[in-house]
T-cell receptor, first 116, second 112 residues
Framework: NAGVMQNPRHLVRRRGQEARLRCSPM?????VYWYRQLPEEGLKFMVYLQKENIIDESGMPKERFSAEFPKEGPSILRIQQVVRGDSAAYFC??????????????FGDGTRLSIL | AQSVTQLGSHVSVSEGALVLLRCNYS??????LFWYVQYPNQGLQLLLKYTSAATLVKGINGFEAEFKKSETSFHLTKPSAHMSDAAEYFC??????????FGTGTRLTIIP
């Protein structure tokens, strides 16, 4: 399966711990996006990355959240000192990213984060 | 800034009946519009996209959508509903820096 791979599918953390979410884009895709979906809501953009660069992080909370997409390996979304409000489904998407800017983003199955 | 509004958070139709899911957009530039479907505990799957090539866009699973600039709408339709169409559907518009802005979703229920 050459789709977007996210792991883990489910993650349980206690308040104050760290959560690391991983995303491997589709083969040939160099653009990665992270979205958060709260219960009964649509997806909200968090961050857009290309290899080794953060392009747009306007949707990321200013504290505790960070994202990277290294030259080698998956993209990582890291949440430090998690709180109950971080409980959500986190989705990663990837695209080819070539102009024109209408290349569809392909989504992974998400990581469902639960904070105890 | 771009935005989309989905009218009706829940829609129920009988099996074999017409499916109509509504989406209106707001955009200061010609928009790129998308419909995605989400099955329980899964990610989003692209149904179709509008990229200004044709106003009537055909997608997968028998769905299609028509872009109407005068109404700023991009409604999703399917002539005959199937039980497997039960899912949540999201309309989205592509904004600056490639980020998608999603509507709040419409949960489609199919009545046998």
């Amino acid at each position: 399966n050459a789709g977007v791979m996210q792991n883990p599918r489910h993650l349980v953390r206690r308040r104050g711990q760290e959560a690391r979410l991983r995303c491997s884009p589709m083969k040939g895709h160099s653009h990665v996006y992270w979205y958060r979906q709260l219960p009964e809501e649509g997806l909200k953009f968090m961050v857009y990355l290309q290899k080794e660069n953060i392009i747009d992080e306007s949707g990321m909370p200013k504290e505790r959240f960070s994202a990277e997409f290294p030259k080698e390996g998956p993209s990582i979304l890291r949440i430090q000192q998690v709180v109950r409000g971080d409980s959500a489904a986190y989705f990663c998407a990837s695209s080819i990213g070539q102009a024109p800017s209408n290349q569809p983003q392909h989504f992974g199955d998400g990581t469902r984060l639960s904070i105890l | 800034a771009q935005s989309v509004t989905q009218l009706g958070s829940h829609v129920s139709v009988s099996e074999g009946a017409l499916v109509l899911l509504r989406c209106n957009y707001s955009s200061s530039v010609p928009p790129y519009l998308f419909w995605y479907v989400q099955y329980p505990n899964q990610g989003l799957q692209l149904l179709l996209k509008y990229t200004s090539a044709a106003t009537l866009v055909k997608g997968i699973n028998g769905f299609e959508a028509e872009f109407k600039k005068s109404e700023t709408s991009f409604h999703l339709t399917k002539p005959s509903a199937h039980m497997s169409d039960a899912a949540e559907y999201f309309c989205a518009v592509l904004g600056g820096n490639e980020k998608l802005t999603f509507g709040t979703g419409t949960r489609l229920t199919i009545i046998p």
